[in-house]
């Protein structure tokens, strides 16, 4: 297979593209851990997520889960 005179041009752009693509894909799988851990400490500390669903008396105050 022959590239011709652009050869280093057409394969440090492919090379360029690999590592972005790869720097992006670790960046996510890195972020993905940090943030169930920072939600698993949260619920180890009882905070709850708002989108439970959760009923009560807005008189006394009173929530069942």
Request: no cysteine.
């Amino acid at each position: 297979m022959t590239l011709g005179p652009y050869a280093a041009f057409i394969l440090g752009a492919y090379g360029i593209a690999a590592l972005i693509v790869t720097a992006m894909v670790a960046w996510v799988m890195i972020d993905h851990r940090r943030q169930a851990r920072a939600l698993a400490d949260l619920e180890a500390r009882g905070v709850t997520r708002r989108s439970e669903q959760r009923t009560g008396d807005p008189r006394t105050g009173e929530v069942t889960p």
